[in-house]
């Protein structure tokens, strides 16, 4: 009984090491977009431009008009190599497909770099 409570607290000790840096990240960028936001503009990118990120080691992807570096992402990915499907392009569809749990709509905002130019 005993091996299982200590089994279970140290699962949790661990659950936490792992997502607290998570959490920390994401709180940190949420202050740094807004921050930038007040003091400067937002970054346009054309699609030609976008296009040209569309590897492993450098990818950036289209998810309702805003443009996502999820390069740090790619190897992370649960689907695996999926993401790389409409890298340096528009991934609005399959980003709302019913493979993500609602924690992915959270998470891309880390990603945001900017907006795809009209």
């Not at 089994?7 to 607290?20: E, K, M, P, Q, R």
């Not at 503009?41 to 998810?63: F, G, M, P, Q």
């Amino acid at each position: 009984m005993e091996l299982i409570v200590l089994t279970l607290i140290v699962g949790l000790l661990l659950s936490l090491l792992f997502l607290a840096p998570r959490f920390l990240k994401s709180d940190q960028k949420q202050n740094i977009h807004s921050d930038s936001n007040n003091t400067k503009s937002v970054k346009a990118y054309n699609k030609a431009e976008i296009s040209l990120h569309n590897k492993r080691t450098d990818c950036w992807i289209i998810i309702k008009e805003k443009v996502y570096d999820v390069t740090p992402y790619v190897e992370e990915h649960p689907g695996g190599d999926a993401i790389l499907s409409h890298a340096g392009d528009d991934s609005t569809e399959g980003f709302f497909g019913p493979q993500h749990a609602t924690r992915v709509f959270d998470m891309i905002d880390d990603f945001y770099i900017g907006e795809l130019e009209k």
